[in-house]
Nanobody
Framework: HVQLQASGGGLVQTGGSLNLSCTTS????????MGWFRQAPGKEREFVSA????????YYGDSVKGRFAISRDDAKNTVYLQMNALKPEDTATYYC???????????????????YGQGTQVTVSS
């Protein structure tokens, strides 16, 4: 039974930091690329970040480059998203996703992923 459990969201002030975690089970984590997406009410889903199955390559959406950092711990079957210098526009529900191998359509394509987790809410107050 595949599970992706995102956690670590919360309420933070502008300029603050949060570290999201996505703990997984039920599939071979080390052979899956992992991605983070977010969606705010009334807005389209947005690609945030992804990391290759090897951990050697990372990718970021333009709006978070230089502020967010993705990492993975294969021993813990967990992917992390360290979010710094948070802005009110970062407020959204954040979702993690897993793709076996390399997404043929690109890491930023939500529908390229095989498994999805439930979201964790991040709210940044101004």
């Amino acid at each position: 039974h595949v599970q992706l459990q995102a956690s670590g969201g919360g309420l933070v002030q502008t300029g603050g930091s949060l570290n999201l975690s996505c703990t997984t089970s039920g599939f071979t984590f080390s052979s899956h690329a992992m991605g983070w997406f977010r969606q705010a009410p009334g807005k389209e889903r947005e690609f945030v970040s992804a990391i290759s199955w090897s951990g050697l390559s990372t990718y970021y959406g333009d709006s978070v480059k230089g502020r967010f950092a993705i990492s993975r711990d294969d021993a813990k079957n967990t992917v992390y998203l360290q979010m710094n210098a948070l802005k009110p526009e970062d407020t959204a529900t954040y979702y993690c996703a897993a793709n076996h191998g390399v997404p043929s359509g690109g890491y930023s394509d939500y529908f390229e992923y095989d498994y999805y987790g439930q979201g964790t809410q991040v709210t940044v107050s101004s």
